[in-house]
């Protein structure tokens, strides 16, 4: 029987980007089964940062996690997830910080409804996407961040990982991080970080 692991992520974090990676990379060597869900650094962090509606520099922040949303709404889960492949090799791995044009490609990329890109710039599926974003902060509580990972129903911010385990490197990483969720009263490990994220 398959493994499920529910993933929450904002296409933005680039330590998201690299732990979704290592997943994509545990399905090769493991049987589990990922489930996709959007989370906003926007809706996490806007208490200390201005609306959407009032900078025009973070609506455009916003727009990748929208149209993550918009996918989930409009197609299905497998699409949800190549639609986060698309939009974040978009910007991570080709390094392309103009949020919209990074969505579009992505869109573009797979066939989508270009209707997302305008849906994205406006908050029509907000309600759905700060929904999904509650139902992951509300398994680790609001003092993290993204990504937020589910194994067994155990959910963790992280892990944290710099760098994508291949092969049986990610299958071991994997194993370590159910086994840890088996504990009801383990809740965290934790060091000072020292590298930045590598995405090759």
């Known amino acids: 029987m398959a493994e499920r692991v529910d993933f929450w992520f904002d296409p933005l974090c680039p330590f998201a980007w690299v732990t979704s990676r290592w997943i994509r990379e545990v399905a090769q060597v493991r049987d589990v089964e990922v489930t996709w869900n959007v989370m906003?650094?926007?809706v996490l962090n806007e208490a200390d940062r201005p609306s959407p509606a009032e900078?025009?520099?973070q609506l455009a922040r916003w727009i990748?996690?929208?149209a993550a949303t918009a996918v989930q709404l409009a197609y299905d889960q497998e699409e949800?997830?190549?639609f986060y492949t698309a939009v974040g090799t978009e910007i991570h791995d080709n390094g392309n910080k103009d949020f919209a044009d990074a969505t579009a490609k992505a869109l573009r990329e797979l066939g989508l409804a270009e209707a997302?890109?305008?849906e994205a710039q406006t908050d029509v599926n907000d309600e759905a996407m700060r929904s999904s974003h509650e139902q992951g902060i509300s398994l680790v509580g609001q003092d993290v961040g993204t990504p937020i990972?589910?194994?067994q129903g155990t959910a963790f911010f992280g892990p944290v990982i710099t760098?994508?385990?291949r092969g049986e490197e990610a299958g071991r990483l994997f194993d370590a991080s159910v086994a840890l969720a088996s504990y009801p009263y383990f809740f965290e490990l934790k060091r000072s970080r020292t590298e930045s994220p590598v995405f090759d």
């Open 40 to 42: 906003s650094l926007g």
């Open 55 to 57: 900078d025009a520099e």
């Open 64 to 66: 990748p996690s929208r």
């Open 80 to 82: 949800v997830g190549r």
């Open 116 to 118: 997302i890109l305008k």
């Open 149 to 151: 990972v589910a194994f």
């Open 163 to 165: 760098r994508i385990p």
